[in-house]
């Protein structure tokens, strides 16, 4: 598979959060996300796993703080775009999210389509008039995410394993320079989710593009992680390889008090 | 899991997607088709004339400016009193369509009445009630009974025994067999099934529908005045007649809020009885 | 052995089946001295009352045989009662898209909504007959001002039915087309549109029923169609061919139901 035209890199910096004004869910998270491999943000609920992840993307909007991304040669940050420029930038952001969110009542096909609608006009959108090649590309993920048969299949009619796939397939057909996504197998059973985890990995190689994730298993991070960030109350709290993750790591992230506060 | 290389010589055949099969597309196609025939017929042959419509708009503001400033005082002179009126057509007609609906819902129900001709009948009494307009009701009920309100309480009723008497006979067929089945083993006689087990079942329904039909019929019947059958449509035909606009505007008005008040009324019953 | 009570006692008020609580009571009367008091009102007398029968007998008396000598002028009406309804609809569909759209929460900001909930609001309380009254006096007569008038009626039912649609869909779908960078229009086209179309097409046919149903009624007041036929036949009191006119009109009214739900079978909505 031919690496994505960009391969992109994240540099966080000082990033701050509050849904409600003094009450920080992320409190000053400083991180730097290049080259390939999979990374698993790891954390009690609500510490801001989730929210971190959607400030790269925009779907919450920072307090303070950078978000830079670098694609293509330029350098942008993604806490200070607005309107065009950013829908411009999240062509290059793929996400996956926790309960798949297709589009039920459209295909399978067109579900993968959507990916490629920030680069086409209504006009042909609502004629689906997408260039030839996003179709072929479309047919050539179905087949490696084992798919093949289900392009006309409405999107809910699958099971929550194969929708999931969808969505990773959605996301992969951006071509994306960087891969999210938030809790992407908290929905699924334990087989399907080491499935889904090994199809995210495995693709992010393949690409030459970062991938993060959201997770809630430690043990499916663990064994499935090139990198393992730890947080806890808003913090950055760990971060390395997954084989440096001691106990002791675990009890500051989950059982020490910070996340109780 | 990479993706399958493709052997030498082998005809990569383009997959065309296709995004409705066949049949679907010539469904499509001639449903457009007889749109857009419609469309253009009724365009084409249509006495509209250009001008006018070019013109509307200014003529609307043109309207809208004769209406101001509006006429209040014509409120407690006249609109007052027609408004009243017009209220108590709108509920005694409603409550007036009960004695016909009822028993019309009742034959046309499928599973109380078993006579097919019955139903039938009933069926085609309800259509016609329904397909005949309040106004056009209104006109009749004048040249019966004289221009008044009473000839506009009869309209409402009229045809407020289509509405009401179809969905209440709906809401008889889609009520539950068991209760009904343990009346009859009892030896229940057949008016004694309906009052103590369809009824019990229907009244949220048949409530509702009575209430929707007094919100709908509060509306129409504030425009029946306009063929003589009383109510505000009389001081809004008198008022247009004699091109007093700023009236007109005043009754526009209180007709506005009355119908407003009348949903509110009606959303508030709701939430608390049903 | 005297463990059952041999004297019987009647059962206590409260107890007794099926009886009316005090405040179902209440109503009755009030409804039935409500309705006492409205009639006075309209000096509705048995006497006035057996006229008015008496009357009716007549009526239908010279209503019957329908007069058939009229059928052009019928079929002008009919036409044009059709070609309202058609355009009408058309046009009043194809506005209650966008309006439905700038009236729905979760799609544009509170300010836009406000304004465009009010618009609807307005076109609803309205009764069709109203405003084709008003755009008679401004377009003029003839259907023009009955299709104005209709449109105003969709716009009001079916804009509302569909923000309210709109407002219901889920937020989830329309994020993950967010997220891929689409613009506006484009989320609006894969992420709301196939979520509510189904139901628009419903309100639409419906609404195509409902202006079917309107439009012979609005010539009464000079805005074209069949009503005005109607209206000049009662004024020269040629009761027989309002008989005729009665009789298509109701024959139309239920083809096109009959039409419409076919044609909603057939789409699957």
Same mark, same amino acid.
């Given at each position: 598979?031919?690496?994505?035209?960009?391969?992109?890199?994240?540099?966080?910096?000082?990033?701050?959060?509050?849904?409600?004004?003094?009450?920080?869910?992320?409190?000053?998270?400083?991180?730097?996300?290049?080259?390939?491999?999979?990374?698993?943000?790891?954390?009690?609920?609500?510490?801001?796993?989730?929210?971190?992840? @959607?400030?790269?993307?925009?779907?919450?909007?920072?307090?303070?703080?950078?978000?830079?991304?670098?694609?293509?040669?330029?350098?942008?940050?993604?806490?200070?775009?607005?309107?065009?420029?950013? =829908?411009?930038?999240?062509?290059?952001?793929?996400?996956?999210?926790?309960?798949?969110?297709?589009?039920? @009542?459209?295909?399978?096909?067109?579900?993968?389509?959507?990916?490629?609608?920030?680069?086409?006009?209504?006009?042909?959108?609502?004629?689906?008039?997408?260039?030839?090649?996003?179709?072929?590309?479309?047919?050539?993920?179905?087949?490696?995410?084992?798919?093949?048969?289900?392009?006309?299949?409405?999107?809910?009619?699958?099971?929550?394993?194969?929708?999931? =796939?969808?969505?990773?397939?959605?996301?992969?057909?951006?071509?994306?320079?960087?891969?999210?996504?938030?809790?992407?197998?908290?929905?699924?059973?334990?087989?399907?989710?080491?499935?889904?985890?090994?199809?995210?990995?495995?693709?992010?190689?393949?690409?030459?593009?970062?991938?993060?994730?959201?997770?809630?298993?430690?043990?499916?991070?663990? @064994?499935?992680?090139?990198?393992?960030?730890?947080?806890?109350?808003?913090?950055?709290?760990?971060?390395?390889?997954?084989?440096?993750?001691?106990?002791?790591?675990?009890?500051?992230?989950?059982?020490?008090?910070?996340?109780?506060? | 899991?990479?993706?399958?290389?493709?052997?030498?010589?082998?005809?990569?055949?383009?997959?065309?997607?296709?995004?409705?099969?066949?049949?679907?597309?010539?469904?499509?196609?001639?449903?457009?088709?007889?749109?857009?025939?419609?469309?253009?017929?009724?365009?084409?042959?249509?006495?509209?004339?250009?001008?006018?419509?070019?013109?509307?708009?200014?003529?609307?503001?043109?309207?809208?400016?004769?209406?101001?400033?509006?006429?209040?005082?014509?409120?407690?002179?006249?609109?007052?009193?027609?408004?009243?009126?017009?209220?108590?057509?709108?509920?005694?007609?409603?409550?007036?369509?009960?004695?016909?609906?009822?028993?019309?819902?009742?034959?046309?129900?499928?599973?109380?009445?078993?006579?097919?001709?019955?139903?039938?009948?009933?069926?085609?009494?309800?259509?016609?009630?329904?397909?005949?307009?309040?106004?056009?009701?209104?006109?009749?009920?004048?040249?019966?009974?004289?221009?008044?309100?009473?000839?506009?309480?009869?309209?409402?009723?009229?045809?407020?025994?289509?509405?009401?008497?179809?969905?209440?006979?709906?809401?008889?067929?889609?009520?539950?067999?068991?209760?009904?089945?343990?009346?009859?083993?009892?030896?229940?006689?057949?008016?004694?099934?309906?009052?103590?087990?369809?009824?019990?079942?229907?009244?949220?329904?048949?409530?509702?529908?009575?209430?929707?039909?007094?919100?709908?019929?509060?509306?129409?019947?504030?425009?029946?005045?306009?063929?003589?059958?009383?109510?505000?449509?009389?001081?809004?035909?008198?008022?247009?007649?004699?091109?007093?606009?700023?009236?007109?505007?005043?009754?526009?008005?209180?007709?506005?809020?009355?119908?407003?008040?009348?949903?509110?009324?009606?959303?508030?019953?709701?939430?608390?009885?049903? | 052995?005297?463990?059952?009570?041999?004297?019987?006692?009647?059962?206590?008020?409260?107890?007794?089946?099926?009886?009316?609580?005090?405040?179902?009571?209440?109503?009755?009367?009030?409804?039935?001295?409500?309705?006492?008091?409205?009639?006075?009102?309209?000096?509705?007398?048995?006497?006035?009352?057996?006229?008015?029968?008496?009357?009716?007998?007549?009526?239908?008396?010279?209503?019957?045989?329908?007069?058939?000598?009229?059928?052009?002028?019928?079929?002008?009406?009919?036409?044009?009662?059709?070609?309202?309804?058609?355009?009408?609809?058309?046009?009043?569909?194809?506005?209650?898209?966008?309006?439905?759209?700038?009236?729905?929460?979760?799609?544009?900001?509170?300010?836009?909504?406000?304004?465009?909930?009010?618009?609807?609001?307005?076109?609803?309380?309205?009764?069709?007959?109203?405003?084709?009254?008003?755009?008679?006096?401004?377009?003029?007569?003839?259907?023009?001002?009955?299709?104005?008038?209709?449109?105003?009626?969709?716009?009001?039912? $079916?804009?509302?039915?569909?923000?309210?649609?709109?407002?219901?869909?889920?937020?989830?779908?329309?994020?993950?087309?967010?997220?891929?960078?689409?613009?506006?229009?484009?989320?609006?086209?894969?992420?709301?549109?196939?979520? $509510?179309?189904?139901?628009?097409?419903?309100?639409?046919?419906?609404?195509?029923?409902?202006?079917?149903?309107?439009?012979?009624?609005?010539?009464?007041?000079?805005?074209?169609?069949?009503?005005?036929?109607?209206?000049?036949?009662?004024?020269?009191?040629?009761?027989?061919?309002?008989?005729?006119?009665?009789?298509?009109?109701?024959?139309?009214? $239920?083809?096109?139901?009959?039409? $419409?739900?076919?044609?909603?079978?057939?789409?699957?909505?």
């Amino acid at each position: 598979m031919t690496p994505s035209l960009h391969a992109g890199s994240l540099h966080i910096q000082q990033l701050v959060k509050e849904y409600r004004p003094g009450v920080p869910v992320l409190k000053s998270i400083d991180l730097r996300i290049d080259g390939t491999g999979l990374t698993s943000i790891i954390g009690p609920s609500g510490t801001g796993k989730s929210t971190l992840i @959607r400030c790269i993307n925009r779907l919450v909007d920072p307090t303070a703080g950078q978000i830079w991304l670098d694609v293509a040669g330029e350098r942008l940050d993604m806490a200070q775009l607005h309107g065009r420029a950013l =829908r411009r930038s999240r062509r290059h952001i793929g996400m996956v999210f926790q309960e798949y969110n297709l589009v039920e @009542r459209l295909t399978v096909m067109e579900n993968l389509l959507t990916g490629r609608l920030g680069y086409l006009s209504a006009w042909k959108a609502w004629r689906r008039k997408f260039p030839a090649e996003d179709f072929e590309r479309a047919y050539q993920l179905l087949d490696v995410i084992g798919l093949g048969s289900f392009a006309h299949q409405r999107a809910d009619a699958l099971s929550g394993g194969q929708r999931q =796939r969808v969505g990773i397939a959605r996301a992969l057909m951006q071509q994306p320079a960087i891969l999210l996504a938030d809790e992407p197998t908290s929905s699924l059973d334990p087989k399907t989710s080491v499935e889904i985890i090994q199809l995210l990995r495995e693709q992010g190689r393949e690409r030459g593009i970062p991938v993060i994730v959201n997770i809630h298993d430690v043990e499916l991070a663990r @064994r499935h992680s090139d990198r393992i960030v730890g947080m806890t109350g808003g913090h950055v709290v760990y971060d390395g390889p997954p084989a440096g993750l001691t106990d002791a790591h675990l009890q500051t992230i989950y059982g020490g008090q910070a996340w109780m506060q | 899991m990479s993706s399958p290389a493709l052997l030498p010589g082998a005809a990569a055949a383009p997959r065309q997607w296709q995004r409705f099969s066949l049949g679907q597309r010539l469904l499509r196609y001639a449903v457009t088709l007889l749109i857009v025939w419609a469309v253009v017929q009724s365009a084409r042959t249509v006495e509209v004339i250009p001008e006018f419509l070019a013109d509307a708009p200014e003529q609307m503001v043109d309207m809208l400016q004769r209406m101001w400033p509006v006429d209040w005082s014509h409120y407690p002179a006249v609109v007052h009193a027609a408004l009243v009126e017009t209220l108590h057509m709108a509920t005694l007609g409603t409550l007036l369509s009960l004695a016909l609906a009822i028993p019309l819902g009742l034959l046309v129900a499928g599973n109380v009445t078993r006579n097919r001709a019955l139903n039938l009948a009933a069926r085609v009494v309800l259509v016609a009630s329904r397909s005949v307009n309040s106004l056009v009701w209104a006109l009749l009920f004048v040249a019966i009974f004289g221009p008044g309100p009473l000839a506009g309480m009869f309209a409402i009723a009229f045809r407020s025994v289509g509405f009401v008497g179809k969905l209440l006979g709906e809401a008889i067929e889609q009520a539950p067999r068991g209760p009904i089945e343990a009346l009859q083993a009892a030896g229940a006689s057949t008016s004694a099934q309906i009052w103590y087990g369809y009824w019990p079942q229907v009244k949220p329904a048949f409530w509702s529908v009575v209430l929707l039909r007094w919100d709908i019929n509060v509306r129409e019947s504030g425009v029946l005045g306009l063929v003589g059958a009383g109510g505000i449509g009389v001081a809004l035909d008198t008022a247009l007649n004699l091109f007093q606009w700023t009236q007109v505007a005043v009754i526009l008005i209180a007709v506005f809020a009355v119908v407003v008040l009348a949903e509110l009324v009606v959303t508030q019953v709701r939430k608390r009885v049903l | 052995m005297d463990a059952v009570n041999t004297t019987r006692t009647p059962a206590p008020r409260a107890m007794r089946a099926f009886a009316w609580s005090g405040t179902q009571k209440a109503v009755l009367l009030a409804v039935l001295a409500y309705s006492v008091y409205v009639i006075a009102q309209m000096d509705l007398s048995w006497a006035r009352l057996s006229t008015g029968v008496h009357q009716g007998a007549r009526f239908l008396g010279r209503m019957v045989p329908p007069d058939l000598s009229k059928m052009d002028v019928l079929w002008e009406g009919i036409r044009e009662t059709l070609q309202i309804a058609v355009l009408a609809t058309f046009a009043g569909v194809a506005l209650s898209l966008p309006v439905g759209l700038l009236a729905a929460r979760n799609m544009v900001p509170g300010y836009v909504r406000t304004a465009a909930r009010g618009l609807i609001a307005v076109c609803r309380s309205l009764h069709p007959v109203i405003t084709a009254i008003l755009f008679v006096k401004a377009v003029g007569f003839g259907p023009l001002a009955g299709i104005l008038a209709l449109v105003v009626a969709t716009v009001g039912f $079916v804009g509302k039915l569909f923000a309210d649609a709109i407002e219901e869909i889920s937020p989830k779908q329309i994020e993950a087309v967010r997220a891929t960078g689409a613009s506006f229009a484009n989320v609006v086209l894969f992420g709301v549109l196939p979520q $509510v179309m189904g139901r628009f097409v419903g309100f639409a046919t419906y609404q195509l029923d409902s202006n079917l149903r309107n439009s012979t009624m609005v010539g009464i007041v000079g805005a074209g169609g069949i009503g005005g036929a109607l209206f000049s036949a009662f004024l020269r009191f040629e009761y027989s061919f309002v008989c005729t006119i009665l009789a298509t009109v109701i024959a139309i009214i $239920v083809v096109g139901e009959i039409v $419409v739900n076919a044609t909603r079978k057939a789409l699957h909505v």
